[in-house]
C-alpha cells in the first residue's frame, strides 16, 4: 500500500484547502462502492481504503493533481457516483480517490446530447 509522507499531505492541504481528508473514517466510506464484493473475491483485493480523498471544483483542478501524482508516482482513482458496483472504483493500491461530488453541473444541452460534469446525479 502507498502511504502518503508529510510532504505529500502538505500538498493536498496547500491545494485543496477543506477539500481533502485523510480522517480514517471518512477514507473508509471510499472502500467501496453501492454493490457488495463477493466473499470469495473480496480476500484478494486486500486493504480498499485510500490514503487521502480530494474533491475538484473543476477541470483545473482535476488537471492539478493528475500532473502531481505522476511526478510523485502515486496512483490515483476517479469516482463519480460509486454506481457501477463492480469494484471499479475501489483503491486497491493505497491511492488517492478523486471524488467528484462537487463537479455536479450539465456543462450543455445540444439536440438530444447532454453533456454532465461526472459527478451529476
Ligand atoms: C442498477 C444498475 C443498473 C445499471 N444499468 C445499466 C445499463 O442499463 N446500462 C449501462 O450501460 N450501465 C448500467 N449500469 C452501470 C452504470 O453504467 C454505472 O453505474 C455508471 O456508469 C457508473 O457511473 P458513476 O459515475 O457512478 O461511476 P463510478 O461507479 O464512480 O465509476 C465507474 C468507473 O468509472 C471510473 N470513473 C468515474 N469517474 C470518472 C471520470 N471522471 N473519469 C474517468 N473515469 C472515471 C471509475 O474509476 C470506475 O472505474 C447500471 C448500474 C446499476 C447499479
Given at each position: 500500500?502507498?502511504?502518503?509522507?508529510?510532504?505529500?499531505?502538505?500538498?493536498?492541504?496547500?491545494?485543496?484547502?477543506?477539500?481533502?481528508?485523510?480522517?480514517?473514517?471518512?477514507?473508509?466510506?471510499y472502500?467501496?462502492?453501492?454493490?457488495?464484493?463477493?466473499?470469495?473475491?473480496?480476500?484478494?483485493?486486500?486493504?480498499?481504503?485510500p490514503?487521502?480523498v480530494?474533491?475538484?471544483?473543476?477541470?483545473?483542478?482535476?488537471?492539478?493533481?493528475?500532473?502531481?501524482?505522476?511526478?510523485?508516482?502515486?496512483?490515483?482513482v476517479?469516482r463519480?457516483?460509486?454506481?457501477?458496483?463492480?469494484?471499479?472504483v475501489?483503491p486497491?493500491?493505497?491511492v488517492i480517490v478523486v471524488d467528484?461530488?462537487?463537479?455536479?453541473?450539465?456543462?450543455?444541452?445540444?439536440?438530444?446530447?447532454?453533456?454532465?460534469?461526472?459527478?451529476?446525479?
Amino acid at each position: 500500500m502507498r502511504k502518503l509522507d508529510q510532504k505529500h499531505i502538505q500538498w493536498l492541504e496547500n491545494n485543496f484547502p477543506g477539500r481533502y481528508t485523510i480522517d480514517p473514517r471518512e477514507r473508509s466510506m471510499y472502500s467501496h462502492d453501492i454493490g457488495s464484493i463477493p466473499a470469495t473475491i473480496r480476500p484478494f483485493l486486500g486493504n480498499t481504503t485510500p490514503s487521502a480523498v480530494v474533491q475538484p471544483v473543476s477541470e483545473e483542478e482535476v488537471q492539478k493533481p493528475i500532473k502531481w501524482a505522476l511526478s510523485e508516482r502515486i496512483p490515483l482513482v476517479p469516482r463519480g457516483k460509486s454506481t457501477s458496483s463492480y469494484g471499479g472504483v475501489l483503491p486497491v493500491k493505497g491511492v488517492i480517490v478523486v471524488d467528484f461530488c462537487r463537479m455536479a453541473e450539465v456543462i450543455e444541452v445540444k439536440d438530444d446530447t447532454v453533456t454532465v460534469h461526472s459527478g451529476i446525479s
